[in-house]
């Protein structure tokens, strides 16, 4: 079984342009659009490239298509009738994932290989669109909240939490209430990836019902952070849960199916529309001022 990774785009070099009036982030989105090609690549030091290639692009703003890694290698098969391996050279070797690309809901969605991980991916999903649009944007790993809230009941005491926080396409003044800051001055800096870090020496750690804890929860699953939680459990022994390498939000896909296009944006549609409805469960929640669990 292969696993579809998640995760959310923000503007992130425009972004404060889109803040002020003088940039408008739904131009911004047709423009990442429209400008995603397949001529543009990135290059690499031991002599391969990787590029968009077999583009689908729609009319509800979502791009079907592949990221390949392409380098001069060897194609090796076995040949039963001579008991020997057969090696055939080609300058174009490639190997690929598939991916589904909701611009407007500011989602992508892929499969990763062990040549191409989840955070290189997303680093050259990033420089393409810029080299394409000279748009600057960056993307963060979505977080399985359930998977998180169950890691996290393990914990006896959280001794440290580290955020690594991107300013969103969204609501600044909640992205600024959730992590405790004045969205004013971030602006003003102009500071487009900002990290927090919450510790304490008591024995106890840190409130885990806390509002500073559940509103790092809640920015981790709005999209707006991804981060690392540092304590340990009732023996005393140490814990960490890491939200991109430990409770990175998936969904399952059938190995057979992993590089069908239409089967990866079903799967697709399905993994953001949950993560919609969760975010804007979220979002009712703060607004009513209900207790968070």
């Known amino acids: 079984m292969s ?14 342009q889109v803040y002020d009036g003088t940039a408008n982030i739904n131009d911004l989105l047709n423009e990442i659009y429209s400008g995603i090609n397949n001529r543009e690549a990135i290059y690499d030091d ?8 077999d583009l689908d692009k729609h009319e509800n703003n979502t791009i079907h298509g592949r990221l390949g890694y392409i380098k001069s290698g060897v194609h090796s098969s076995y040949n039963p009738d001579t008991d020997t391996a057969i090696d055939i050279e080609d300058k174009n070797k490639i190997e690929y994932v598939t991916f589904y690309f909701d611009v407007y809901n500011e989602m992508l969605v892929h499969t990763v290989l062990p040549i191409m991980r989840k955070e290189r991916i997303l680093t050259i999903f990033e420089g393409l669109i810029k080299q394409s649009t000279d748009i600057g944007v960056k993307f963060i790993i979505e977080t399985d909240m359930r998977s998180l809230n169950n890691k996290l009941s393990k914990f006896e005491i959280i001794k440290k939490v580290v955020l690594n926080l991107v300013p969103p396409n969204g609501d600044k003044n909640e992205f600024a209430s959730l992590f405790s800051v004045n969205a004013d001055k971030v602006a003003d800096a102009e500071a487009t990836s900002i990290k927090q870090q919450y510790s304490t020496r008591s024995s106890e750690g840190l409130n885990k019902d806390s509002s500073l804890i559940r509103d790092a929860k809640d920015g981790i699953a709005l999209g707006y952070a991804n981060g690392i939680f540092h304590g340990a459990d009732a023996h ?14 998936t969904k399952d896909i059938p190995d057979r199916e992993n590089k069908s296009k239409s089967s990866i944006a079903e799967k697709a549609r399905a993994g953001i529309s949950a993560l919609l409805f969760l975010k804007a469960e979220i979002r009712e929640r703060n607004r009513d001022g209900e207790s968070r669990e």
């Open 3 to 16: 696993k579809l990774f998640f995760s959310k785009m923000n503007i992130n070099d425009e972004i404060y």
């Open 46 to 53: 031991k002599g391969g490239r990787y590029k968009l290639f």
């Open 236 to 249: 005393g022994e140490k814990l960490e849960v890491n939200t991109i390498s430990n409770t990175p939000y």
